[in-house]
């Protein structure tokens, strides 16, 4: 395993995708995580420092023990993490004069194995203020910029480097063949990390935890509790029963047809509950997103917490938490993460709860879901379904929910899936959907002047909702979209296109 440590940086997740795409097992941790003696015990191969926002020398910089360098297990520090490197080892690290951030021409000083195979002049990507003006004993200076003398540094004797820029990113020329080089040159790692062998050591896994005990789920048809649900099938069978609110929410037909698919594919225990009124009523006159999302979760937690309890014996409960989700919950710091959103999984469970959790996707990104999904037979139109937030079209009705917004809400957003799908982009989208805003606007149809509502249709490309792209699709396409969603939907006369990334944006408006 290679251990990566969260100095705080914005691309911490990037460098594990890094790592897993050449085969290689690895986790994310935070620098309050780490235990000097639980290291010496295990069988990691490397470690990665990742870069960070904080200079070495503030005071409440995040730092880790210095001994971790003394355990011969190979250390790769990426920005921050250099630069606490070479603080740790008696180096020194002032603010710059020139700060390096974006593109910068990179050349190899000498020959090493981190460059191993890669072209002397390279694009870099930089992202510092504060650089290195002394190096600690034993280290070599293998790579300079301009601006930086110490662009990259080695100590070949104990397997320490490190790298002032960014490898993970794409804008760094080679960067993957780096990242190659510290996993099998230095650090000998063998290529282990599959789908395969995922699948059969969680089936095994979960066996261990639950042995002839039973286990619940929410069961909400994405690919995650999907997937989930499968694999927790697979390892204790029939002892699983698996529990699917509808709230009145959802997509058109989508109870139905998930029903469909589920019963028909997935030969386990699903209790399907209608508690349609329980979530509209609370919901009526309420405007503000969070307590939109609050109501949604505790009366969810209630309508699940009621059919769970006619479940006798039952003491575990399941979950498809997300690796995201859980680094997410961390702070590089040590405190509080900033809320974004308040639907993950992680940390909305009550204190006072006494099942036992069960998580078998929580080391996994969600690309990698689907692959295991994949592996372990789940259903294609399951497998590759877009990712519908638990609120549902709770929060992509902006203002107050209805049961006349929902019905123009859902007719939209079914003909843009029908759209997208019939257009082949399905697969290619992380997300597509409709949203509908408390705005009205003056159109004319059939020589008659109409006051109706605005569509918003959001697609966006993404790996794992990190970050996301607008999607380019075609005006063409858009047009057919916006024609096809005004002709037949009652109530709507404009169809506006977000063309909004993430950052700054989020992929979901509330």
């Known amino acids: 395993m290679i251990l990566i440590i969260d100095f705080g940086s914005q691309y911490n997740q990037l460098i594990a995708r890094r790592v897993r795409e050449h085969e290689v097992y690895c986790q994310i ?22 870069g960070g926002p904080s200079s070495i020398y503030e005071e409440n910089s995040p730092k880790i023990d210095s001994r971790i360098f003394d355990l011969g297990v190979p250390v790769l520090g990426i920005c921050y993490g250099m630069q606490f490197m070479v603080n740790a080892l008696g180096g020194s690290v002032e603010r710059a004069e020139k700060r390096e951030y974006g593109l910068a021409e990179f050349s190899i000083k000498s020959e090493n194995t981190i460059f191993k195979g890669i072209n002397n002049e390279i694009k870099t990507w930089m992202s510092h203020g504060d650089s290195i003006v002394s190096i600690p004993e034993n280290f070599d200076v293998i790579g300079s910029t301009e601006n930086t003398k110490f662009a990259a540094i080695e100590d070949k004797d104990k397997g320490l480097y490190g790298l ?17 080089n510290f996993l099998f040159e230095v650090c000998k790692c063998k290529k282990s990390w599959t789908m395969e062998t995922f699948a059969q050591d969680t089936i095994d896994q979960i066996k261990e935890q639950v042995g002839d005990k039973k286990v619940i789920l929410g069961l909400s048809g994405g690919v995650d509790s999907s997937v989930a649900a499968l694999l927790i099938h697979k390892a204790i069978g029939k002892n699983l029963t698996c529990i699917f609110v509808d709230n009145g929410l959802l997509r058109k037909n989508e109870g139905a047809n998930l029903k469909k698919t589920l019963s028909h594919h997935l030969d386990m225990n699903i209790i399907f509950v209608d508690a349609v009124s329980e979530f509209l009523k609370p919901l009526a006159g309420v405007t503000d997103p969070e307590k939109k999302r609050k109501i949604i979760g505790n009366v969810f937690m209630d309508v699940f917490d009621r059919e769970a309890s006619k479940i006798k014996d039952a003491d575990f409960l399941a979950q498809g938490t997300l690796y995201p989700d859980v680094i997410e919950s961390k702070s590089a710091f040590g405190g509080p993460t900033a809320v974004i959103k308040s ?6 469970l009550p204190e006072d709860m006494k099942l ?16 295991l999904g994949e592996e372990i037979g789940l259903p294609d139109e399951l497998v590759w379904r877009q990712p519908f937030p638990g609120p549902g079209l709770g929060i992509r009705i902006m203002g107050e929910i209805s049961k006349k917004k929902l019905e123009i809400l859902r007719e939209a957003d079914d003909l843009l899936l029908k759209e997208v799908k019939e257009g082949g982009f399905y697969k290619e989208l992380w997300q597509s959907f409709a949203v509908l805003l408390p705005i009205k606007s003056v159109g004319v149809m059939g020589d008659l002047r109409t006051y109706e509502n605005t569509i918003v249709i959001r697609a966006v490309t993404s790996k794992d909702a990190m970050t996301a792209d607008w999607a380019k699709l075609p005006h063409d396409f858009l047009g057919k979209v916006s024609n096809a969603i005004i002709n037949q939907v009652d109530g709507v006369n404009r169809v506006v296109y977000d063309i909004t990334s993430k950052p700054p944006g989020t992929i979901e408006w509330e």
């Open 164 to 180: 002032q820029f960014h490898p993970e990113v794409e804008h760094t020329e080679n960067g993957r063949d780096m990242i190659s």
């Open 356 to 371: 036992k959790l069960v998580e078998p996707l929580k080391y996994l990104f969600k690309d990698e879901v689907r692959k």
């Open 29 to 50: 941790d935070p620098p309050q995580d780490i235990d000097i003696e639980k290291i010496k015990k295990s069988d990691l191969e490397g470690i990665i420092l990742s």
């Open 343 to 348: 639907h993950h999984n992680v940390g909305g």
